[in-house]
């Protein structure tokens, strides 16, 4: 697992070919909001963490956000839970979008 400066977990898992990957990867990043992201084709520890989260399963996207842990989730998911549990991955960028994350999040 990785842990950013403030000790807030953020990871993205995905796989090669999933197209709910690439949009929530997509979405992300236009939002300027940067995870660690983890092929779990390509790491066993991390398919064994998504199987955990999902009971049993490899769904992706699977995302984790400090406490939060969020199976297939928006891009306004994750930004909020950004702001709950890792504020320091938003505040960098927060300026430059914010009409993007008032649009996303109705805000």
Request: glycine share 14%.
């Amino acid at each position: 697992m990785t842990e950013y400066e403030g000790g807030a977990e953020a990871v993205l898992y995905w796989r090669p070919g999933c197209p709910f990957c690439y949009a929530l990867r997509g979405g992300l990043r236009a939002a300027g909001v940067r995870l660690n992201e983890v092929d779990i084709w390509s790491d066993d520890g991390a398919a064994a963490r998504v199987r955990a989260i999902t009971g049993g399963d490899e769904t992706v996207p699977t995302v984790v956000v400090g406490r939060e842990e969020m199976v297939n989730p928006s891009v306004g998911a994750v930004v909020r839970a950004v702001r709950e549990y890792a504020p320091h991955l938003e505040a960098e960028r927060k300026g430059a979008i914010r009409g993007f994350f008032s649009r996303v999040l109705g805000a």
